[in-house]
């Protein structure tokens, strides 16, 4: 067998055609990296929307009796806020990073329908903008859930509500087709070698998170026709004076509702399963067992809508199932997080800002997990449904499981996607100024829920603690916001003056630290063969050998002279 | 009066003490929440521990294990077991939570009530003897109504009802009946026990028994609209003798104010010219 050279860094040429820049270029582009860039962008500037009406909630609510906002104003800003959050941020934010990253870490150099991307995104863009034009005229007050007959013509005759209606067709379809995409590039252009058992646990999570969407966003998208066509067409499928049932409603809203949460959530666990090795510095622990847990708890996503219906007329033996799946649901889920701190086990952990994040995530995730099963038993969810506890769950899980990784993963991944360092001492603060104020802001809402303070309200009577407990939540609300604004200004900051990343910034383990940073538009000019769940650190190790004149064992990962990576 | 603005209230429990109900979901609570407790206790010390000691020192060297297949069973297993213990705990204590006890030998007689009247539902869960005070919870944006026995007619008509008070007599089960008029409200007493939406075109039941005499304060637990924060409702308990001359007294008010308006609408009704009624 010959003997290696050490490898010459050369550059390739990428394309015969310049790389198009300017506004228009954005504007007809179908490289899934650009249109990763412009979800990313678009769903964080709603999420900054979304997050000032939620300031605005808490200052409200920052004193008894306030009277600040109006009732209307209040029931308006929730509504937005919590649309916002799940359909304009959480949903497509998943997707952003899922365009940019899915086909660099497979091994891809687009997605199987680069102008079907496109579409979603747009999509996504035209839904958003209605949807907030509508603050200008009525916003949307039947709260994000729309329950019937509230949300009717009736009793909600304002345009809001069809602009609410108009956002989740839009986003469904982004989304649906969105999903369909991720599918079909995962399932025939991975790289060669890539079998099912080597595929990262981002991309596993983006499957079933894909499947999950083609499921459960039609039976929304059917929902939200019924309510358009009772709203403006003189149907009754939800009018109880008309034979129709309210309680359809609530059905078909949940078992899209509750199998959302995990759209939302998934894709988070599969960033930190990517995370945590690369800064842990040791391989996943049980990759098998995070893939299968994934997809069962998708599977068992399906089986308990009911358990956010507890209180309604339906019969015990339904809730007694929906009780049974929520508690086996905790299964996977538990496994997940066990096998999550065994990675953490025995490693050498650096703590860069993106690790901070996913264990911000691992310790609150926990908390709204047991405060899940808590929820989970009927007669304790009769005291505390439709409270400041389930408020409180439902951010320890949204913002603990979903925003924190996402911030994670933005610390991660700026430097492929910018080919700059983010400030580590900016990210640091600002975990901990969220980790805290969320800490602060959320905690403590368990106990207004306990103390028996409904969810929506405007307005609350200084019974007991009431007042300081309120207090104590806004004001760590602000905190948590201050440390939005420390990533924001680490954002604008590193796009300029951040370091130099290379390559593989972080001597991470998947493929997209193959490329160069950021990767130029055909992603790869050579797709190395996968032999492992760490491509990359088989590619280290190669390179490694043949600079130090060792023959590398059997076929080469990387075809000798062709290297893109900067070790 | 005690009851209406307690000034302090548990820190990790909800509100109970005024009904079985409401004590047996908080003592279930409890121990949910001590499971709880002990998980995070166990989950967030490993996290902690381990970010401490295997923290990125000079010289330390990350193991390279992929996974430990009997651990991970035993972990799942073990996962599996403790909410398998939390269902069954649950499944067994249901039953008693939504099943009334009887009256207490204090509470009221229930004069024409508990005469063997059955339901055909098999949702309202009555006392084994079947006598309950059954009264009807009837939610309005933004405001309850209550419609307590004692119709003269047929659809409850002439049936006493007091509006956002309830009053009922002490050591006596009473069964509600919630249904709302018009969009989805939550019957929410919370020192009484669970909620309980009011759908409307459904009808869904929850009882209390109240011991002591006192006022009991809840509010609308579902988003209904912009008075949803103000649609209050409290339960006044007193004690049956008391509650008896109530129910009457409100019974003669109603059947007066009835009176009084079946002769204006009659007066109406004969006056001609200016301000003349067209019947159809």
């Known amino acids: 067998m010959a003997t290696y050279a050490a490898p010459v860094p050369q550059v390739a040429a990428h394309s015969v055609e310049r790389e198009q820049r300017g506004f228009m270029s954005w504007l007809t582009t179908t490289d899934h990296k650009r249109i990763g860039i412009m979800y990313m962008v678009l769903t964080f500037v709603f999420f900054l929307l979304g997050g000032t009406e939620a300031l605005m909630i808490r200052l409200q609510l920052g004193a008894p009796e306030n009277t600040l906002v109006s009732p209307q104003v209040y029931n308006q800003l929730f509504t937005m806020h919590g649309t916002t959050m799940i359909f304009l941020f959480v949903v497509p934010m998943m997707a952003g990073l899922g365009n940019y990253f899915l086909p660099l870490m497979i091994g891809a150099r687009d997605m199987a329908y680069p102008r079907l991307n496109a579409l979603s995104f747009w999509l996504l863009l035209t839904g958003g903008a209605v949807f907030y034009a509508s603050i200008f005229w009525n916003p949307p007050e039947a709260g994000w859930t729309s329950y019937v007959p509230l949300a009717n013509a009736f009793f909600s005759p304002g345009g809001g509500e069809d602009a609410w209606i108009y956002l989740i067709h839009l986003t469904g379809l982004s989304s649906i087709l969105g999903a369909i995409n991720f599918y079909a590039t995962t399932a025939n252009m991975r790289a060669p070698g890539m079998s099912w058992g080597r595929l990262p646990l981002f991309i596993w999570a983006l499957l079933t998170y894909s499947v999950l969407i083609i499921v459960a966003m039609p039976v929304i998208a059917a929902a939200v026709t019924l309510l358009l066509t009772d709203r403006h067409f003189g149907t009754h499928f939800f009018d109880p004076a008309q034979n129709g049932s309210a309680l359809l409603w609530q059905n078909m809203f949940w078992f899209f509702g509750h199998p959302e949460v995990y759209i939302m959530v998934l894709p988070g666990f599969g960033i930190v399963s990517e995370i945590l090795p690369v800064f842990a510095r040791k391989p996943i622990f049980g990759y098998k067992a995070i893939a299968a847990s994934t997809v069962s708890i998708g599977f068992l996503g399906f089986l308990v809508w009911v358990h956010h219906m507890f209180t309604t007329p339906l019969p015990i033996i339904v809730l007694i199932f929906a009780m049974l799946a929520s508690f086996f649901i905790a299964v996977p889920t538990g496994v997940k997080i066990f096998n999550w701190i065994a990675t953490l086990w025995r490693g050498t952990i650096e703590f860069k800002t993106p690790l901070l994040f996913c264990v911000g995530f691992l310790s609150l995730f926990t908390i709204g997990g047991i405060s899940g099963v808590m929820l989970a038993v009927i007669p304790v969810d009769w005291q505390l449904n439709e409270t400041y506890f389930v408020i409180a769950h439902i951010h320890f899980v949204l913002m603990g499981g979903a925003v924190f990784t996402i911030f994670a993963g933005i610390y991660y991944w700026f430097p492929k996607i910018t080919g700059r360092m983010l400030n580590e001492s900016l990210g640091k603060l600002s975990f901990w100024l969220m980790f805290v104020g969320f800490l602060a802001t959320f905690l403590i809402q368990h106990v207004i829920g306990l103390d028996g303070m409904p969810r929506r309200v405007y307005e609350y009577e200084s019974v007991g603690h009431l007042t300081l407990y309120n207090q104590i939540s806004t004001v760590g609300s602000f905190i948590l916001a201050l440390g939005v604004l420390a990533t924001v200004i680490n954002v604008m900051r590193s796009l300029k003056v951040g370091a130099i990343a290379g390559p593989d910034p972080w001597k991470a383990n998947t493929l997209e630290w193959f490329t160069p940073s950021p990767p130029p538009v055909n992603n790869f000019d050579t797709i190395p063969r996968i032999r492992s769940v760490e491509p990359m650190k088989d590619i280290r190790r190669e390179v490694e050998q043949r600079a130090s004149g060792v023959p590398a064992p059997g076929r080469a990962t990387v075809p000798a002279g062709a290297t893109q990576v900067g070790v | ?280």
């Open chain 2, 1 to 280: 009066m005690s009851h209406l603005l307690p000034t302090t209230l548990a820190f990790f429990t909800p509100q109970s003490g005024a009904s079985p109900n409401a004590n047996e979901i908080n003592d279930l609570y409890k121990i949910v929440l001590y499971v709880g407790l002990v998980i995070f206790v166990g989950v967030e010390g490993a996290l902690a521990y381990a970010l401490y000691r295997f923290r990125a020192r000079k010289g330390a060297v990350a193991a390279q294990i992929h996974g430990n297949t009997r651990l991970e069973i035993g972990w799942t297993a073990a996962a599996a077991v403790v909410v398998t213990a939390l269902a069954i705990l649950t499944v067994v204590k249901l039953s008693s939570i939504q099943s009334p006890p009887n009256s207490g030998p204090t509470g009221d007689t229930l004069v024409g009530e508990g005469n063997g009247e059955l339901y055909a539902t098999a949702d309202r869960h009555l006392p084994p003897n079947g006598k309950a005070l059954k009264i009807k919870v009837v939610a309005r944006q933004y405001i309850w109504q209550y419609v307590y026995p004692g119709a003269t007619k047929a659809d409850e008509l002439g049936a006493p009802y007091s509006y956002e008070e309830m009053v009922v007599p002490t050591e006596t089960t009473v069964s509600l009946d919630i249904v709302s008029e018009d969009v989805v409200h939550s019957w929410w007493i919370p020192a009484l026990g669970g909620k309980f939406q009011a759908v409307p075109g459904y009808h869904n039941y929850t009882w209390f028994k109240i011991s002591k005499p006192g006022l009991y304060r809840g509010q609308c637990a579902n988003i209904c609209g912009r008075g949803h924060a103000r649609m209050i409702a409290t339960v006044r308990a007193v004690s049956p003798t008391e509650f008896d001359a109530w129910l009457a007294e409100r019974k003669r008010l109603i059947e007066e104010a009835n009176t009084d308006a079946a002769h204006e609408r009659e007066a109406l009704n004969k006056q001609t010219g200016p301000g003349q009624v067209e019947n159809p």
